[in-house]
């Protein structure tokens, strides 16, 4: 297939590139490659699949020095006219939507950001995939959009109407809307609601991120609700595996779809929503001491309140992901945490016990 990914100077961007690549697919990958976070991660991972920093000019196509197969776009997701300019010429079959103004936290002191790149330009990719015939639409949701729902595990065929921070807000916006183009214009969208990913090449904003380089610099650690979170950690190549699978099954329509009960995960459009998460969740202190064990180092913490737009535990429902595509995420939290960090010290060139 011809897919385009966006985000791929992102964590799981890069990620899906690099495997999509391997299973022989034409890949056109796009970033704006903003400085959210330390752009030198962002450009390591588009390196790894050839794409050299130097060769890298803004609205212009670079080829891969190693992938025949890959090429790299620029472009930002608000530029209407470079969207519409990159799908009229490539005719892409797919399309998996990675591309966002991504944290919880920092929606809270930037939003206009969030309603620029999660908002209008996921509106433009909805319009170019509907005036270009793509089959297929994947985008990122994310578990933030269950906001203030206590029922564990948290399932897609449950309200999600109290989403508690901005970020949550615009992703659960763009349920709405891919759903609004099912229905009017038979295009199949698949949202994926996201929970709490890690491994190499991480984003540099998470916890797991924070917490070892924290420690192996010795300084504190801020532990936020004084340790009581839960979290549904998903290790990054379980989200691609869940990734490819929903890219080849695309929706077709619930016929037994009612309005009388509506489910919010299905539709008779050809619209779905999964939660990808690992279906285990592990206490932040729990996590903490893994983190420790693999360090060999004890962290030095400080013990902070929930913060604004945190929500207590995650836990995914992923029911649905099994009887569909018949796959379950299953790293244990240890063997993904060992892999971060191998990947951790050699990119910053740390030493270390392990």
Known sequence: MKILITGTAGFIGSHLANRLIADGHQIVGLDIINDYYDVNVKYGRLERAGIAKASIQPGQLVQSTTHPNYRFIQLDLVDRAGMDQLFAAEQFEAVVNLAAQAGVRYSLINPQAYIDSN?????????CCRHNGVKHLAYASSSSVYGLNEKMPLSTSDNVDHPISLYA???KSNELMAHTYSHLFGL????????????????????LFLFTDAMLKGEPIKVFNHGKMVRDFTYIDDIVEGIVR???????????????????STSK???K????????PVTLMDFISAIEE????????IMMDLQPGDVPATYADVQDLMDDLGYKPETPIKDGIKA???WYKLFYEVGGRK
């Open 119 to 127: 908002i209008i330009g996921f509106t433009n990719i909805l319009e």
């Open 169 to 171: 807000a615009s992703k």
């Open 188 to 207: 199949a969208t698949t949202g994926l609601r996201f929970f709490t990913v890690y491994g190499p090449w991480g984003r540099p904003d998470m916890a």
């Open 246 to 264: 929903v890219i080849q099954h695309p929706p077709q329509g619930n016929p037994a779809w009612t309005g009388a009960h509506p489910d919010p």
């Open 269 to 271: 459009a050809p619209y």
């Open 273 to 280: 929503v999964y939660n990808i998460g690992n279906n285990d």
């Open 294 to 301: 693999e360090l060999g180092i004890e962290a030095k913490k």
């Open 340 to 342: 971060f960090i191998d």
